[in-house]
């Protein structure tokens, strides 16, 4: 019997909110893996980051399936969803402690982190514990002046035997803040970021530019939509609207976008069946088989092609937010879900129960907002109305189950 005990292994640690992911990620985790032996990198998207929490990121989902595309050419690479599924704050140090735990002592851990990050490193939770449990890997781009670097990592190593090393990455230019920027300008980010994320954020809208209304527009699209509805229905817009933008605010949404959404929402509400029908046809505007049967609810997706059609608005996410208000859809958006929950929150809807408690949900935390609304909205179809319900309603009740 062979009682040899296993080689340690190398396990490189790569977190980041990766937002997103770029090509300055890839080339320092393959520095590191080259230069200290890395058997393994292992990516780590952050979930809610202490020192970023008052930032409107990308959700967590988008930034995991970004990472996973941009590594899963590289057979060292991994992705972990370890901080994204805990709940709560993330912190640094519960992780390397949590793969300490998962790893036992069949690993040494590296953290690769930046210079900037090494000299802050005692305002971090529990540094002095972090400090001991694995290496850090101090990542510079060429030039950077270190003087300051190296006197601060020398007190470290001094004050609590820390192991800190240096590398110089090229690379480390690409900054993620710039590619938004860039993205948000219309400028290009090809070879800034693997051609798999770049496709993936084009297919999402991630990082779009920004609409930017003025008062005379406003008003503008205010009298157009009064126009096409009636009375009623133009009230119970204009209560879509000052509750969507409520919940914007604090969730840091573009209030813009959720403006013309909000507004624009029931724009074909209320044609006739024929007329849905006859648009459906000349726009090839795609249906499902129960939409097919239901007419009225394809008023969404006639929506957002007329608010496309007539004011040249072409964002996704504001017509997709348009599109599937009426039954919602799987990987609903932020700003999908607040078009939803505002549609059914609005003050014009009265009084029904379980809508004070939706109301307030949505102010912070959309998805247990979703979960009281859907089954709102199903017991009232089933148990009112007497009508059959889309079968998405019963899949996003499951999906948002897990957030109740």
């Known amino acids: 019997m062979d009682t040899q005990a296993s080689p340690i292994r190398k396990l490189a640690i790569m977190g980041g909110t990766f937002d997103p992911i770029h090509i300055g990620h890839l080339v320092t985790a393959e520095e590191v893996r080259h230069e200290f032996g890395i058997d393994e990198v292992l990516f780590i998207p952050t979930g809610h980051p202490p020192h970023k929490s008052n930032i409107n990121m990308t959700t967590s989902e988008h930034r995991y399936l970004m990472t996973v595309l941009a590594t899963a050419e590289n057979p060292n690479f991994k992705v972990s969803r370890l901080e994204m599924d805990r709940e709560g704050v993330t912190y640094t140090v519960d992780t390397v402690k949590e793969l300490k735990r998962i790893y036992a002592e069949t690993v040494k851990l590296y953290f690769i982190t930046g210079a900037d990050a090494v000299q802050k490193i005692l305002t971090w939770k529990s540094p002095e514990e972090l400090l001991k449990l694995c290496d850090f890997v101090a990542v510079t781009r060429p030039g950077y002046h270190k003087a300051e ?41 090809k070879y800034l970021v693997p051609e798999e994320v770049e496709n993936y954020i084009k297919k999402y809208d991630l990082y779009e530019y920004k609409i930017c209304l003025t008062e005379e527009e406003r008003t503008e699209m205010y009298d157009y939509v009064a126009s096409k509805l009636s009375p009623k229905r133009y009230a119970h817009t204009r209560g879509v609207v000052e509750i969507a933008l409520e ?125 009281k609304a859907l089954i709102s909205s199903y017991n009232y179809v089933t148990n009112i109305l007497k009508q059959e319900v889309h079968p998405i309603t019963q899949e996003l009740i499951e999906y948002y189950k897990q957030f109740n």
């Open 247 to 371: 919940y914007a605010k604090y969730h840091h949404l573009d209030y813009d976008e959720i403006f013309i959404a909000a507004l624009f929402h029931d724009i074909a509400k209320e044609l006739g069946k024929e007329e849905q029908k006859r648009l459906c046809d000349l726009y090839k505007i795609e249906l499902d088989e129960f939409e097919q049967k239901h007419i009225d609810l394809a008023h969404g997706k006639i929506g957002a092609v007329l608010l496309e059609k007539n004011w040249g608005i072409s964002k996704p996410s504001i017509l997709n937010s348009i599109r599937y208000h009426t039954v919602g859809r799987h990987n609903m958006t932020d700003l999908d879900k607040i078009i939803y929950l505002a549609d059914m929150t609005e003050e014009g809807r009265g009084t029904y129960k379980g809508k004070d408690q939706i109301k307030e949900l949505a102010h912070y935390d959309l998805d247990r907002a979703m979960y």
């Open 149 to 189: 670097l190296i006197q601060k990592v020398e007190e470290l190593k001094k004050q609590y035997e820390a192991n800190i090393h240096f590398l110089e990455v090229p690379a480390l230019a690409i900054s993620s803040s710039n590619i938004r920027e860039r993205i948000n300008a219309m400028k290009p980010i």
